[in-house]
């Protein structure tokens, strides 16, 4: 049934592209053969096959390939499905959760999957000499959920407090298998388990595949778990692929190229605005299969410092961290024309941080900034105090849509009267002067939220998080509003009614709106391709848009030539 | 000649230790380090911390160092950390597959370049001389990106040959050697272009220099058959300049090229030096480096033989 | 000699260009038109489809796909182009709408040609700067090795072979960590240069390291030291000008390799701010597959690289072998 959700939406998704060939996309999925193989690019390097010390896309890629969860949030409908955990439920006070777990399940070495194993997950994730990087996405309101084993195959999940998306929380939370890595976790070794040198062999998991080999900087090599529980409606074990190949491919263009002369099957990441018509041209050759996966979830900001203090000494403190400056920038910048040129037409205006792709918590009552740049011009004015404004922009070089989005706010603005110095620089130095707090004036940047569902994303909306991009780790709220939307978020958080949840969000966004701490422009349309011959695909929004359920992933026809 | 080898030798440890360290020191002084390259901007205070804590971050720099040098006089050279392996398991891997790549493409443009060199340098004028010429400004005036991507794009375009990576699979057509032949052609031939092209230039120059002196004069005065003059005695002694840069581009091949490996996707030491870089993987930089500085001290130590070899008069 | 003219006369043209750039080129190094990104040339035509005969003019580009950057050209219009007029040696009549783009639009909407020529300022003058320093450090590290011997030779090798292994890359990015956040063209130019020169230097330290040791032993070298020649001047009169063929040689290719090299350094925050245009970053910005299937006159820069270095090689090819001995 679920898998027949995601379906209709994939091809709801694929009738949305233009011109598209008539191509075996129209094979129903339960049609899709068992077998074949699946060749997909990737550009970098699992840094480790253990997730729980690495949020790299691809060491993310091994544990969607090799590891199951409790549950699944089916990346394209957004709703949560049972996976490892059959049903659950709450208990009155919205505290308990109470999951009964599949029986029958082996882990792919064969030994037996139980409640223990699901305690020892959330015991390394918590693990304070593993420092693990799943410990921070495990939180509700910044504290930690406790886990009991109430016998073989029911767990109990306690929450510190009532706690809004509830299970959802748990498809952060990879299964590893306790008899494996139990040792590793007692000797407080367990951050080094799993690293890349580790035989293939001994890396069990409940996932879809098993890795079978890895080449260092060339390639891995996943087969069929036989052990994998799912089965497809018409009663096929999943997955539904023998074998799929992640070459290493670090150029994109590069990857492009392989992609469109038919040696992989697809990219693990979306490609870039530029790359749409060589892809189309080989959609309309029938080579490839291009899908427009409609506005990403994500857009890229520009914020200030806004940490109090930071421009004490500097004669600008008295116009550069006011709301009206946000304001006006944002008032000054074409839309329209930024999302024209940086994503070459396909994207869209937004004016906050929910694009209207996250269908279930974008509102279009949260107020719009309109394009004035009069208005901007005279806003700016009054509060320069006849200065002349100028301030510098750092942006992260290499990344197409960042240079590009902050040389159009840089010729805005000049209309404007605001002087912009646009200073690009390495990832790594970028990030050391935003952490540090002090070594910057304002930062054009993506910050990529990890949910939909604002609960999940509580770094960026309280003030106390460390994705709070213009002031980060408060101790306590600089401001009224960061503390008002505090509150709100608290109750948004706490609440299980999914409408009060809503109206609180839209009041949070309202508050947002109004003082801008971090400023919007236009968020990009997501395009996908993969070859013709891959079906079952649900593509989603965020990576890996065709492979974040590779179990029903499935290739039309014999199993592909070698080249 | 035995003093003079166990010089060069104590030279080579010199050069092998300073570098590193110098690189150690570099990666500090740049801003950022692993913890900000692997958690992102967004990334938790503590965690951040605790990461530090466990590669050895948050100590003084002075005390890593005294550290590290203690651990690489036993031949340890540290444990890179976006790899989370030994910087002595890494390098030896990589560089193998560099090496491969690196002989290659030095084949090539030593065949290639050094006899068009001499047939451009001792012939004035003509169409070949002016078309080698032409051919080879060409080349010597592409960025190296553009090279490898303009060949890539052609193997994908013509189908010809595979697009990327090192190949070695046992189940391609005509077996595993074949295999990584076919994948090889596109970077090598990216790296032999412009290599062949400076060979050939500075060749040209040295022959057509070497031509216009009294000795070759004196012999083609004495009636020796001009082939004979520039392919036997003027070529000896026009090889001075390209054999004195030979060890430099052997040192510089074997420690891989960022561009040719990223595009054409070769897990080359190139690649690893340049993730490594960009992860402010302080100890695999180091390592890189020293990989680097034992290749660049070989060469110059084949090239100053190679010298005196070609032209006596310039050994001790 | 035809060579060596052709080749002054390539080396003069780019110097030309770069320096007639305000009035040569069309547009300023930053105007862009939003509705030409990476918009084909406007070639100039003199005769209209009909067979009429025209002063030069240019049939506009309309847009045709804008997420595939296809554009039509609109044969209805005929846009004549205006000769020296406002401080410009040629533009279109119709600026905002059909602008004259003799070498098509980049990415950004701004004319390649215009970019090209501002472009050739900046990365000429570093170039050519950066290898006079290379020359000069080169010459003396290589000249003083060869002639020494011994320990100095070793030492001021070794050095060089340091400079060749230690990575520029880091280099640079600890650089730009101290230096101020906004950088002033003109220290980005003194910075590079400096690091160019550096970097490049050990390259020719090397061939003149070994040119100098052979000629020391030459009868002439041992007949002018012999007469009481000083060892200044035995170098700089006798042994250096052995290496001069060399060394013309080897500045041929690392100008090429200092105008890419710009790029490289931009990447790490060490490069010109924007817009200032300079070949090494236009090429690569061009680095990409749709340079080669769609635009490829975004690869124009290239060509201009190419003109000048045939120019340099032919001015040094061709020049005779002087006899210095």
Redesign the interface.
């Known amino acids: 049934m679920l898998l027949a959700a995601g379906v209709a939406i994939g091809a709801a998704v694929m009738i949305g592209v233009r011109r598209m060939p008539p191509a075996p996309a129209a094979t129903p999925a339960t049609l899709a053969g068992r077998g074949g193989d699946l060749v997909v690019s990737m550009r970098t390097e699992p840094a480790s096959f253990n997730r729980l010390t690495r949020r790299d896309a691809s060491t993310e890629l091994v544990s969607i390939l090799t590891q199951a969860k409790l549950v699944r949030v089916n990346r394209a409908s957004q709703a949560v499905e049972p996976w490892l955990a059959t049903s659950w439920t709450r208990s009155a006070d919205g505290l308990h959760y109470t999951l009964a777990l599949r029986p029958d399940v082996a882990f792919s070495d064969g030994q037996p999957f139980t409640a223990d194993d699901v305690v020892f997950s959330f015991a390394a994730a918590y693990d304070d000499r593993t420092s693990s990087v799943l410990a921070d996405s495990l939180q509700a309101n910044g504290r930690k959920l406790t886990v009991a084993a109430l016998d073989a195959h029911t767990v109990v999940v306690t929450f510190p407090e009532p706690f809004g998306p509830g299970v959802r929380i748990l498809d952060n939370l990879p299964i590893f298998p306790r008899h494996k890595l139990q040792a590793a976790l007692a000797a407080g070794t367990l951050a080094r388990a799993w690293d890349l040198k580790t035989p293939p062999a001994e890396i069990a998991g409940l996932g879809p595949f098993v890795l079978s080999e890895y080449l260092p900087g060339q390639r891995l090599v996943f087969v069929r778990n036989p052990k994998y529980f799912l089965r497809d409606d018409r009663g096929t074990p999943l997955p539904y692929l023998d074998r799929i190949t992640v070459e290493i491919i670090p150029d994109q263009n590069a990857e492009m190229l392989a992609l469109e002369a038919g040696q992989t099957d697809m990219t693990t990441d979306a490609m870039r605005p530029e790359d749409y018509a060589p892809l189309h041209r080989a959609a309309d050759a029938g080579r490839v299969r291009l899908l427009d996966l409609g506005v990403s979830y994500d857009a890229d900001s520009l914020w200030f410092n806004l940490k109090p203090g930071a421009f004490a000494q500097d004669p600008r403190a008295s116009w550069i961290q006011r709301d009206e400056l946000r304001r006006a920038i944002s008032m000054a910048v074409d839309r329209k024309r930024f999302a024209d040129t940086v994503f070459l037409g396909a994207g869209v205006p937004v004016f906050g941080p929910e694009t209207p792709a996250n269908r279930e918590w974008f509102s279009a009552d949260v107020p719009q900034t309109p394009y004035d740049p009069a208005g901007a011009r005279a806003l700016v004015a009054s509060i320069a105090g006849g200065q002349s404004p100028r301030f510098t922009l750092l942006t992260q070089k290499g990344r197409t849509s960042l240079e590009r989005g902050s040389a159009i706010i840089r010729d805005e603005l000049q209309k404007i009267g605001v002087v912009v110095d646009v200073v690009p620089l390495d990832g790594n130095a970028l990030i050391q002067r935003f952490v540090s707090g002090a070594g910057y004036d304002a930062i054009y940047f993506r910050a990529a939220a990890t949910d939909t569902d604002p609960a999940l994303t509580p770094d960026f909306w309280f003030s106390f998080g460390s994705a709070h991009m213009w002031n980060i780790a408060e101790k306590t709220p600089a401001t009224q509003w960061e503390r008002e939307i505090d509150t709100l978020m608290a109750k948004q958080i706490a609440s299980s009614d999914l409408q009060e949840r809503k109206r609180l969000f839209v009041e949070v966004q309202r508050i947002f709106a109004e003082h801008q701490p971090a400023v919007y422009f236009a968020a990009p349309r997501v395009f996908v391709a993969s070859s013709s011959r891959v079906v079952n695909n649900a593509p989603a929004l965020i990576r890996p848009q065709l492979l974040w359920a590779p179990d029903r992933v499935a290739v039309a026809g014999a199993a592909r030539p070698t080249h | 000649m035995l003093s003079y080898l166990a010089?060069r030798l104590i030279?080579a440890v010199?050069?092998v230790f300073?570098?590193s360290s110098?690189?150690l020191v570099?990666?500090r002084?740049?801003?950022?380090?692993y913890a900000?390259?692997?958690?992102?901007?967004?990334?938790?205070?503590d965690?951040?911390a605790?990461?530090r804590?466990?590669f050895g971050l948050d100590r003084p720099f002075a005390e890593q160092y005294r550290d590290w040098i203690v651990r690489a006089v036993h031949l340890d050279f540290g444990r890179s950390m976006?790899?989370?392996?030994p910087v002595s398991?890494?390098i030896p891997?990589?560089a193998a597959?560099t090496a491969v790549l690196a002989f290659t493409a030095l084949a090539m443009a030593t065949l290639i370049g050094l006899p068009l060199g001499i047939i451009t340098g001792s012939r004035r004028?003509g169409l070949l001389p002016d078309l080698i010429?032409?051919v080879?400004?060409?080349l010597?005036?592409?960025?190296?990106?553009?090279t490898s991507?303009?060949l890539?794009?052609l193997?994908?375009?013509t189908?010809w040959l595979?697009?990327?990576?090192?190949g070695g699979?046992p189940?391609?057509?005509g077996g595993r050697f074949l295999d990584v032949v076919r994948h090889l052609v596109i970077p090598a031939a990216a790296l032999a272009m412009p290599l062949a092209a400076?060979f050939e230039?500075?060749q040209?120059?040295?022959m057509?220099?070497t031509?216009?002196?009294p000795f070759v004069m004196a012999a083609l005065a004495r009636g020796v058959p001009r082939s004979r003059v520039v392919w036997r005695g003027a070529l000896k002694a026009a090889l001075?300049?390209v054999?004195?840069?030979y060890?430099?581009v052997i040192?510089?091949l074997l420690?891989g090229s960022f561009a040719v490996e990223?595009?054409?996707?070769w897990?080359?030491l190139g690649?690893?030096?340049l993730?490594a870089?960009?992860a402010?993987d302080v100890y695999l930089?180091a390592g890189?480096?020293a990989a680097?500085?034992v290749f660049?001290?070989a060469g110059?130590l084949v090239s100053d033989a190679a010298?005196a070899l070609v032209?006596p008069?310039?050994a001790? | 000699m035809i060579g060596q003219r052709l080749g002054i006369a390539l080396v003069v043209l780019s110097c030309a260009a770069a320096g007639g750039a305000p009035i040569l080129a069309p547009h300023g190094v930053n105007d862009h038109f939003d509705a030409l990104l990476n918009a084909p040339p406007t070639l100039p035509h003199v005769q209209d489809d009909g067979g009429g005969w025209h002063a030069p003019f240019i049939y506009p580009w309309r847009l045709a796909d804008q997420l595939e950057q296809r554009y039509e050209q609109d044969r209805s219009v005929r846009v004549p182009l205006l000769w020296l007029r406002g401080g410009r040696f040629v533009a279109s009549a119709d600026e905002q709408q059909s602008p004259l783009l003799l070498l098509g639009a980049d990415s950004f909407g701004r004319d390649v040609f215009s970019r090209l020529l501002f472009g050739a300022r900046t990365s000429l003058s570093l170039s050519l700067v950066a290898a006079f320093g290379a020359m000069i450090i080169g010459c003396a590290i290589g000249g003083i090795a060869g002639y020494a011997g011994g320990l100095t030779d070793d030492l001021l090798m070794r050095a060089s072979d340091f400079v060749i292994v230690l990575p520029a890359m880091y280099v640079a990015l600890a650089l730009r960590s101290v230096l101020p956040l906004v950088l002033e063209p003109r220290t980005v130019f003194v910075l590079l240069a400096a690091i160019f020169a550096i970097v490049g230097a050990p390259f020719i330290a090397r061939g003149v390291r070994a040119i100098v040791r052979t000629e020391r032993r030459l009868d002439y070298a041992v007949a002018a030291a012999s007469l009481g020649a000083g060892h200044l001047r035995l170098l700089g009169r006798h042994l250096l000008p052995a290496g001069r063929g060399f060394v013309a040689v080897e500045i041929t290719m690392l100008i090429p390799a200092f105008i890419v090299a710009e790029a490289t350094l931009s990447y790490v925050g060490l490069g010109f701010p924007e817009p200032i245009a300079s070949w090494g970053t236009m090429l690569h910005d061009a680095s990409n597959i749709r340079a080669f299937a769609d635009f490829p006159w975004l690869l124009s820069p290239a060509a201009a690289m190419f003109a000048l270095v045939l120019g340099l090689n032919l001015v040094v090819q061709d020049r005779r072998p002087e006899r210095w001995h």
């Open positions: 010089r030279f010199f050069l300073a570098v110098a690189s570099l990666v002084l740049a801003p950022g380090d900000t390259e692997s958690l992102g901007i967004a990334a938790h205070a965690t951040a605790q990461t804590r466990r976006a790899y989370d392996r398991d890494l891997e990589r597959n004028s010429r032409i080879s400004v060409t010597l005036s592409m960025p190296p990106l553009l991507l303009f890539v794009f193997a994908a375009r189908g595979p697009i990327g990576g090192m699979s189940d391609a057509a400076m230039r500075m040209s120059q040295a057509s220099e031509i216009g002196q001075r300049p054999t004195s840069i060890g430099l040192g510089t420690s990223m595009i054409t996707s897990p080359g690649r690893l030096m993730d870089l960009r402010r930089v890189c480096a680097g500085s660049l001290a110059t010298l032209d008069r310039a001790e």
